[in-house]
Each structure stands twice: as C-alpha cells, then as structure tokens.
C-alpha cells in the first residue's frame, strides 16, 4: 500500500536519513475546505499530538507559499520517519506545483486511488520528500464523529464531490463555528459527596449532612438528578434558592465549580419552552394501517435495513404509521429522524410529533446558526431522541439510528441544488443499511425511482387505499381551455366554470374556503409590443421579464435585474406595449373584481419575505380569516386545511411545456397532491383543473386519480427511450461569460467523457472489436441505439457478450436556460447502466484535471433532477 500524497514536497531533506524508531511520527491525512480535492498527509507536531482527533478541523500550510489553509482530518496514522520516500509522483507534477492529484489514504484507499490510466501515465520516480507540519488545531473535540466522516467519504464519491467540501456540507455552520457558546462557571457535587456527607463532626458528633440546612440539602438532591452541570443562575432556579446556599456548599467543600463551554443560556431556555406540546392520544389503527405498521415492526424488531413505500393519498393516516413506529424505536432507546420537505416543515408538524413522542429536536433552513447549534447538540448527545427537519437533517449525528421515515418523498427539494448534490434518500438508504435500521418512504404519489425499486422488490409496498374515516377521495374536474380560448370569450385567467364554482362554494356555507394554484409570480409574465414583436428579455438571463404591479417594474426572476415597467416598446417606440400572461398578483386583482366580498390572501415568494410570514400566512388562512388562498407552489402540499372544499389549478399545464423527460410525473404530482388539499374535513371537496392539454396521459390519470396507472404507463416509456429510474445519469453544466468558450469546453468535457467509457469498460475486459462482426442483442434500456449519432457511444452488443457500461451521451447542447445572470450554459447528459460504473467513468473526467478555459466553470450532478 503506497502512502497519501504529502502536503508539500520538500526537495532539501538529507540522503542519509534511515530508519529511526525514535523517529516514528503520528501523520494526519486531512481533506481541504477549499483547496485541491482528495487526502495529504501531514505530520502532527509534537505539540498538537494531545489535542488532535480525526473530525476536527486544522491549519495546514499549502503550495510553495505555505498559506494557511482549513482542512479536516479525517484519519491519523503512524509512520516510521517524516521523510517519504519511493513517492508515486506523476511526471507532470513538479515539485513546484501545488500537489493537485488524490493521494491514497490507508482507511479509505477507494476514496482517492488514482485511475488505472493515470497510474499507467505515471512515471515512478524515486524521491523523496520530508512531510510538512500541521500549523493548529481549529476545533476544541472532533465535529464529525468516525460515523460522520465514514458518511462524507461515501457521499464524497457517491457524488463526485470534493471530499473537504462534502465534510463542511454535512455539519452545519452553527456547528463549525463556535458560535453562541461561551465559556461557563458551572457547578458539579465533589466527587467523594457522600464520603463527605457522612464524616462525623467530633465537636457536634452529627453528620456533615444534618448539619447543613434545609435549602442546602434541597440543592444537593436536586443536584444528583440533573444530567449536566448547571450554572449557578441555573441552579437557584432548579432549587429554587437564591445563590448563598450554593457558594456555602462550594465553601464547604460539597460543590465545586469547572469552566466550560456552552450554548449561551438564550438557547438553553429556547429549549425549555418548545417542550410544551399537550399530549394527545393516539388513535386505533385501521386495517390497512396496522398492517404496514406490522411490517415495519417486524423489520424493526429484526433489525432488518429493509425499504418500505407507504403509498397512501393524503390524509389516509401515514403519519399515523410512522409516529407508531418511531414509538417503538424510541423505546428501544435508538434515535428516529424523519425527514419533510422544508415548506410542509410548519409548528403544526412539529407539535403533532412533540405531543406524541416528547423530546423532538427540529432541523429546518429557518433556524439561525445558534438554534441549528443547540439542536445538534441535544441530539449528538442522544437527548434528542427524534429528529424532525428537512433534507440536510438526513446528517443528524444521532448516536444510535433507529429508523428513517421520509414523508412526502418524491419531492425534488430532498435533492441539494449545490455540492454535494445529494439525494437525502439515497443518503438514507446508505444510512439504515449500514445501521441495520429501517427505512420508510410515504408519498400519495411516490417518485418513479422509488416505484420502480417496488418492482425490482428493493423496496416492500405498504398500501393505505383508503382514506381516514373513509372520507372519499375528491373528485376532480378538468376544464378544456383551448374551446375557451378558440371563443375568444373571456381574458381573464379563470373559465366559466370555475368561477361558477368559486361562487358556489363562497355562498353555500360562510366557513367554506377555496385554495387556487397559479405557479407564476407577479402580474404580467410577458411584455411584447405588438407592433414590432420583441419581448422584453433580461439582458443578462435568456428569460422575459415579469411585470409586478404594486412597484411598477419588470423584473427578472433569476438575476433580479428591473427596469420600470415600459410604457412603449424600448425598440421602436410604439405606445400599445402589451402585458400577457398571469401571475398570482393579476389573479389577485381579478378575483378581486370577480368576488369583492370575499377576503383574499396571496402567498408567493414576493409575500413571504419576511421570517415567519409563510407561517403567519397560514394560520390567518386557517383561523379563517380568508375565504380564498390564491398562491404558487408553496400552497400545494402537505397542508391540512379542514375547511377547503374547492382547489383551482390555473396552469396545470405549465410543466408539460419544459423540455425535462419528468415533465409528466411533475404534472401528475401536482395535480394530485393539490387535490389532495380539497375535503381534508368533514365537507366534501372537489377540484377543477384548466388544462390546454386535457387528453395528456398525465391530465387523464390525475383526474382519475390513478396513480398505479400512470406510473406504469410513464414506467414503460421511460424504459422505452433508455431514461432513468431504468438508467442512471449525470449531468454537466459548463458556463462562462463567452458563449465560444464554454461550448467548446463543452465539447472537451463530451470527448473525455466518451474516452472515459472506452477507458472503464477496457478496464473490465471489454473488446469491442472481437465482437464487431456478431449480431446485436436486443437492448437493454439506455443502450444506444444508432450508432450514426456521433453525440451517442455506441456499441453493438453481441449475443452474450455486452459492454460492461452501456451509455449514451446527450449534448453538448445548449442548455434551456441558455443564459444566466450574464453566463452562456452548455450541458451535457450521459445516460448509462449500471450506475456504479457510470459514476466511475464520469469521476476519470472529474479526475482529469482538464483546463477550462477563463471563466469557464463547471458541475457535474449526478442523478440529477434539474434539467434546465
Ligand atoms: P397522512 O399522513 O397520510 O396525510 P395522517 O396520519 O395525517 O395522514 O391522518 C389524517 C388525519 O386522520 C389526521 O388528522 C389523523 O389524526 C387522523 N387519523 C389518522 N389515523 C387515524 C385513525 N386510525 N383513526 C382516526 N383518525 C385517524
Ligand atoms: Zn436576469
């Protein structure tokens, strides 16, 4: 085994260095924040060696300059001497160079092997090189636990993401900084307390603890049952004394005080006031319930890592299930996180958990640094002993997992749009394997991936089909808008018909609300002149600008960039300039014409700026303070509203227009969670949807509500045309200032992914040219198919022999989205099976180190979900 790359290359190091015992020094190997990607070594100077663990961050001097760099370490070794020698070097690495390659790392020699090819490229060279020295130690005790970094080291490669950069993803800022916690005065009982208490006094023949007062016996009891030492505010609290009964027992001898650091007091009482949540009973399962909760049980009590789909509408008792579940987790003592998406991540699903299941810590993107701290405290300390939070909270440091439920999972927002790009799913299902803990995905309309592991019986389907108190399924209505349209009738965003319902529904009952879905912002989402038919585009964003009515602008919703809203054409002046197109603030001003006694409450992002404002939104909504919820997105899931009999879809369509192969599945989902919003309570709902595309397969299934038919249908298709879940894929997206610059490295980032292909089926004994004459096979989904397409790697399989890695490449094209905030953007997909070897053969590319030119970026995402 060859040693990890040091940190430096020191050429001056005497030749007649030998073997020494006394020389044997403890290495560090340690991953940048921010610098070049993969593991170095490192020597822990004397000075450092107590304080030292792996998962703490340290100093190390970088590059010929030595600057001070912050890296983790993730492993200490001992070594026989600091001098290294017979060192693997690249030839093009000069001792000058800032070393860029991975070195191999004796725990995780996976993580940074350099590939076969580069190996073979590389020139041995005996040297050798003394290891630099560590300059500090950052952190007071290791902020990643071994757990913690075994999992960044996975995810780092699971997908292709800088090692140092995916450590400082998994512990969140609070954590990493010393924020909010101080040095402390606390006070502990002396250790010999009871010895002490029970020495005779020979002048008053009692025991020490009959001589001490009432209060101060009170403080000393008080102090055996608290599990941390306490402040001396804390304490007088606690015992309910002023502070003279403790300094006595200090003087005394009882007590003694050390110095700590803390989480500031602020946060000990946040803590104390959220544990007010009433207990609530559960209720009697149904059938269908206790027999998925049986499921899980079974899995549990086996400490089985088995994957279970809870697929049930809303409202048919999921909750239910998983909160039974984590009951008996709990007392086993383990540690449950359930994971929402953040917007469905409200006080009221908090409450409902903490009422059940008491000490509830809560992870969600709202906390500030210092909260995000003491949550993460209470439950590395395993005195949290659930977790609730959005997709990061998937890297709560519970001590023991006991079970992961993630409710809602087909949400795209469960996969991270920055590096690491992970998919909390999949980061769950790594988890419970390793932990031998179950895992529960639940969702009225579960992702095709996760359906798909149902058929391949990866995954156990738990069904709930019917609905709680068998509250029927709403029905739902589907508006044809192109007879609308093709009448030239009407202007305004709702038809006829749903206007007659809104009508309907606001007089048959004064409790009765109704919640529309319009998935644009602002007024007008389109400004053209008639006259000379330009549009109004964002100089620096290949999108139109949204007119917004209340500050009389046009905005671009990517870069910000605004202009006043144009009066007359900016290009040839003519004064009838036309605003199309409807966002939530005309649909607003529409109802408010259309229904004037009606109270209407507008949630989009413009509305919700401020902290809290989404929460307080709702609760008014709730209160029933407003008859009608107009909003985006934001309005459509997982919210419980009792009194809403009516949900409007205004573009139901919107999605189907995006060049994205999971444009139907999206429209599908929205559909059917929104109608899921409708007759929650004792009324019954219903649904309309307006549709340009009313005989769309995903249009016809949502109505009918039928999810096993569309996902089956959508399943064969993808199949069909070689997508995911039947293949995986990573995506490239390069993007640069200059168009010419980033299309050709484009092109670079294409032809090395091709060379990588050959490179890894090569590797695995693979030739294509003995087998150029035999017929092909019929092929597996993602096999290219036409071999004339010079965009595709093609190969042409024979009978029994196929290429290990089958993959197609898509691109470089532009990408929809060709320009953003000023960047021209190239992408690039390469589709193949099976994923590991796909990953590996995109990872050569990563490793490449090829030059892009200035101001060229690039990412890789693997299994993406974004496709603009
Ligand atoms: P989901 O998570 O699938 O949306 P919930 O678990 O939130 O469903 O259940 C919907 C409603 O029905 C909740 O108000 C819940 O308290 C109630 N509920 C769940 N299970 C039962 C049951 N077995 N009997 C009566 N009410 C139930
Ligand atoms: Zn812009």
Not at 118 to 140: A, I, P, S
């Amino acid at each position: 085994m060859t040693t990890s790359r040091p940190g430096f290359f020191d050429p001056s190091f005497p030749a007649w260095e030998s073997y020494d015992p006394s020389r044997e020094i403890t290495v560090a190997k340690v991953a940048f924040v921010d610098g070049p990607d993969g593991l170095f070594d490192y020597k822990v100077p004397e000075r450092l060696l107590e304080r030292l663990r792996p998962g703490m961050r340290v100093l190390a001097p970088l590059g010929i300059k030595n600057r001070s760099v912050t890296a983790y370490c993730v492993e200490l070794t001992q070594q026989e001497s600091e001098v290294v020698a017979e060192l693997e070097k690249p030839t093009s690495l000069s001792a000058e160079e800032e070393p860029k390659e991975s070195g191999e790392g004796l725990l995780f020699p996976e993580l940074a092997s350099p590939a076969p090819e580069q190996r073979k490229k590389t020139k041995k060279k005996t040297k050798t090189f003394r290891l630099k020295e560590l300059l500090d130690v950052v952190d007071k005790k290791p902020i990643l636990s071994a757990k913690g970094l075994e999992l960044g080291v996975w995810l780092s490669k699971r997908y292709l993401a800088p090692l140092g950069q995916t450590l400082d993803g998994i512990v969140p800022a609070g954590v990493r900084d010393s924020i909010g916690t101080r040095m402390t005065t606390v006070y502990e009982l002396a250790p010999d307390i009871d010895k002490k208490l029970n020495r005779v006094d020979e002048v008053k023949n009692k025991r020490a603890y009959d001589l001490l007062t009432h209060k101060q016996r009170y403080v000393i009891d008080e102090m055996r049952k608290l599990t941390e030492p306490p402040t001396l505010s804390e304490l007088g609290r606690v015992a309910k004394c002023s502070s003279a009964p403790i300094t006595a027992l200090k003087n005394l001898g009882f007590l003694r005080v050390k110095r700590v650091r803390r989480v500031s007091d602020f946060y000990t009482e946040l803590l104390e006031t959220e544990k007010t949540a009433a207990p609530t009973e559960p209720h009697i399962l149904n059938e269908e319930q206790q027999k998925a909760l049986d499921a899980i049980l079974g899995a549990l009590r086996n400490e089985e890592s088995s994957a279970f789909l809870l697929h049930g509408a809303t409202g048919s008792g999921k909750t239910e299930v998983y909160i039974r579940a984590i009951e008996e987790v709990v007392s086993y003592g383990k540690q449950a996180i359930v994971l929402v998406p953040e917007i469905s991540l409200t006080p009221q699903t908090v409450q409902r958990f903490r009422a059940r299941l008491g000490s509830v810590a809560v992870l969600h993107s709202r906390l500030t640094d210092l909260e995000r701290k003491a949550e993460w405290e209470k439950i590395a300390t395993g005195k949290a002993k659930v977790v609730v939070g959005a997709r990061s909270a998937i890297f709560a440091p519970v001590p023991r997992l006991g079970i992961v439920v993630i409710d809602e999972e087909h949400e795209t927002s469960f996969k991270q749009d920055v590096t690491p790009r992970y998919h909390a799913r999949v980061v769950a299902r790594w988890r419970t394997q390793r932990e031998n803990a179950p895992l529960v995905l639940g969702s009225a309309t579960p992702s095709l991936e996760s359906w798909r592991n149902v058929q391949l019986k990866n995954y156990k389907l738990l069904t709930l089909a019917h609905r709680v108190r068998n509250l029927p399924q709403p029905p739902v209505y589907v508006v044809d808008m192109r007879a609308r349209a093709a009448s030239g009738f009407s202007t305004g965003a709702l038809c006829r018909r749903l206007c007659r319902d809104i009508e309907t529904a606001l007089d048959a009952d004064p409790t009765n609300q109704i919640v529309l879905l319009l998935n644009r912002r602002g007024f007008s989402t389109h400004i053209q002149c008639p006259s000379c038919g330009e549009t109004i585009q964002c100089p620096n964003c290949d999108v139109a600008l949204t007119h917004h009515i209340t500050q009389q602008i046009a905005i671009c919703h990517y870069c910000d960039f605004q202009i006043p809203a144009p009066k007359s054409c900016p290009y040839c002046g003519f004064v009838g300039i036309k605003y199309g197109g409807f966002g939530t603030q005309k649909l607003e001003q529409e109802l408010c014409v259309q229904f004037p006694n009606a109270p209407i409450l507008r949630m989009d992002s413009d509305t919700t700026q401020a902290k809290d404002a989404h929460e307080k939104c709702l609760s008014a909504f709730r209160r029933g303070e407003y008859r009608i919820l107009l909003g985006t997105q934001m309005i459509a899931k997982g919210l419980d509203f009792p009194n809403v009999v009516l949900v409007g879809i205004i573009n139901a369509d919107v999605a189907l227009h995006l060049p994205d192969y999971r444009a139907a599945e999206r429209t599908f989902g929205l559909i059917l969670q929104a109608s899921g919003r409708a007759g929650r309570g004792d009324k019954e709902g219903k649904v309309v949807v307006q549709s340009y595309y009313p005989d769309h397969p995903a249009i016809v299934a949502a109505v009918k509500g039928d999810y096993i038919g569309f996902a089956n249908s959508e399943l064969a298709a993808r199949r069909a045309l070689g997508f995911p879940p039947f293949v995986s894929a990573i995506r490239f997206v390069a993007r640069g200032p200059d168009e010419q610059d980033v299309a050709e490295f484009a092109r670079t980032l294409g032809d090395a992914l091709r060379e990588a292909v050959r490179e890894i089926n090569d590797k695995h004994g693979y030739d294509p040219g003995a087998l150029a004459a035999s017929a092909p096979e019929p092929e597996e989904p993602g096999a290219a198919r036409d071999s004339s397409d010079r965009n595709v790697v093609s190969f042409r399989p024979a009978k029994r022999v196929r290429p290990p890695l089958v993959a197609r490449i898509l691109g470089p094209a532009p990408a929809p989205f060709a320009k953003l905030r000023g960047n021209f953007r190239f992408h690039l997909q390469i589709l193949g099976a099976p994923g590991a070897l796909l990953r590996d053969a995109a990872e050569l590319v990563c490793n490449a180190k090829l030059k892009a030119p200035r101001h060229v970026q690039w990412i890789v995402d693997v299994d993406p979900l974004e496709s603009l």
